[in-house]
């Protein structure tokens, strides 16, 4: 998978992807089913997990410039993985939302920039080697698949009880991983810039393609928050829940694997038409249709190509519109405004309207959210 020269550099890197995004696999999914047995409504939830997008539209810039500041970025990797872990602990012992909500808060301020710390790292430690920056990213994947399917089989063991403890566990095996993760120093530029960060911002291909995002991950909101409750309220288990989840991370998987570097052969317009066209059928599938068996699972398939694929694509375009020096911000920028405005304004909105018009129509609205995601992208090409 890796060469002899890599792999000191890449497996710590992996290892680290696999163990945090199996924290997202069992908090992502499930947690909202924690939240809802412990008497939680269905805003107060929307709210709870809208804090963890909402802090990145301004924490990873902070942990940016710390960096930079720093110049040390595996340090301040772990200091964020273990402000995390440490934030997470008190959730096994409360259940009011006030509480819940601060202990969020904390937590949130460390976990939003962990995976722009990570993926900044890891493109600058493979750049001078022959391994694609999916290589590094299937990882995660890997741990998600994982953790998605062995939390919906504890779950249907001993219930939700257990998904506060699973996460501690993940966290506390991340933190003992980034100590393997080889040091990045970053380099010094003495040459005076002849652009800015801002400037290269303001370009028009630049504004598109954040806008874009933006609506991308709006669209992913209530997937993200409730597709679980969706499904258990349909009568799905948590084993068969787990499994559904793990299926469309598995067609992600091969995809990081093998097509890292095919997608460059592709025109960007038309992966990420491809991208919204499934988003509109698969959102409005899983509201509509979520009891037909095999039309569920057509629709986790579809979740190869409306998130990895375009977080691929995303990955290449801030590659290729933000140069070295800017690399970090860009990436920050793209998990600020995309990631963070854009899911958490789609977690907060979906919150409200679960609890006034029912989960199909939701997942109707998200739909129509990559419809004009799609309009826009394609009447910018025709100008």
């Known amino acids: 998978m890796f060469s002899d020269n890599a792999r ?8 680290f992807y696999f163990f945090f995004c199996a924290l997202v696999g069992v908090m992502m ?6 939240y809802k047995s412990i008497g939680l409504t269905a805003s107060e939830i929307g709210r709870l997990m809208s804090t963890f997008t909402l802090s990145g539209i301004l924490i990873p810039h902070f942990w940016g410039w710390l960096t930079a500041k720093v110049g040390l970025p595996k340090r301040i990797l772990q200091i964020g993985i273990l402000g995390c872990f440490i934030a997470v602990i008190p959730f096994n012992w409360n259940d009011q939302f006030e509480t819940l909500w ?3 808060c904390t937590m949130a301020l460390f976990y939003s920039a962990l995976i722009p710390m990570t993926d900044s790292l890891a493109v600058r430690s493979i ?3 022959d391994v694609p920056y999916t290589r590094l990213r299937v990882g995660g994947s890997m741990g998600y698949v994982f953790a998605v399917t062995g939390a919906g089989f504890l779950i249907g063991q001993f219930g939700v009880v257990i998904v506060i403890p699973t996460m501690c566990v993940f966290l506390a095996l991340a933190v003992v991983t980034s100590f393997f993760i080889k040091e990045q120093a970053y380099e010094v530029h003495t040459q005076k810039a002849t652009t800015s960060f801002l400037a290269l911002v303001r370009t028009p291909e630049s504004m598109l393609f954040f806008g874009l995002a933006f609506l991308a991950f709006m669209s992913h909101a209530p997937f993200n928050v409730f597709f679980a409750v969706h499904l258990s309220n349909l009568g799905y288990s948590g ?4 499994l559904l989840m793990a299926l469309g991370v598995v067609i992600e998987i091969v995809l990081f694997l093998f097509f890292g570097n095919t997608i460059k052969r592709f025109d960007v317009v038309h992966i990420i038409v491809l ?12 509201g509509w249709f979520a009891s037909v068996v095999w039309v569920l699972i057509f629709t986790q398939l579809l979740h190869s190509i409306t998130f990895a694929l375009f977080h ?7 590659r290729r519109l933000f140069p070295e020096r800017f690399a970090g911000q860009g990436q920050a920028m793209y998990s600020a405004f995309a990631i963070g ?5 789609g977690m907060v909105i979906a919150g409200y309207l679960w609890e006034w018009i029912g989960g199909a129509w939701v997942f109707t609205l998200a739909s129509c959210v990559s419809a004009l995601a799609l309009s826009i992208l394609l009447i910018s090409q025709r100008r």
């Open 8 to 15: 000191p550099v890449a497996w710590p890197l992996f290892f």
């Open 29 to 34: 999914p499930y947690i909202s089913l924690y």
């Open 102 to 104: 601060l202990l969020t």
């Open 127 to 129: 750049r001078h080697l």
């Open 239 to 242: 084993q068969y829940i787990g």
């Open 275 to 286: 991208c919204f066209v499934c988003g509109m059928v698969r959102w409005f599938l899983v």
């Open 312 to 318: 691929m694509v995303s990955i290449e375009q801030i």
């Open 341 to 345: 405005l854009g899911g958490g304004l």
